[in-house]
């Protein structure tokens, strides 16, 4: 399964892109707390700013046990401020 997940702000810095493909295999399900777990794997650029993400799939944030499929929309979301 290939996922495409869109980077922002410190995250596209980082990785120097504005989206990154993750490559994961296709012999079973993955959850939200799995495809951060692989970005942090395959990606070490990135893992410094893991613990502040939060993993966005269809314009909604993502619980850490939702399934997550090749079809999404994904974006990794940092800390956000505001009022």
Known sequence: MTLLIRL????????GARELRLVL???????????LSAVA?????LSPLL?????AANNRFAPPSQQVFASDELALIGLVSGG
């Open 8 to 15: 922002f702000g410190p995250y596209a810095d980082a990785a």
């Open 51 to 55: 613990p502040a993400a939060r993993l």
């Open 25 to 35: 295999p296709d012999d079973r399900a993955f959850t939200a707390a799995d495809v």
């Open 41 to 45: 794997d395959k990606h070490p650029d």
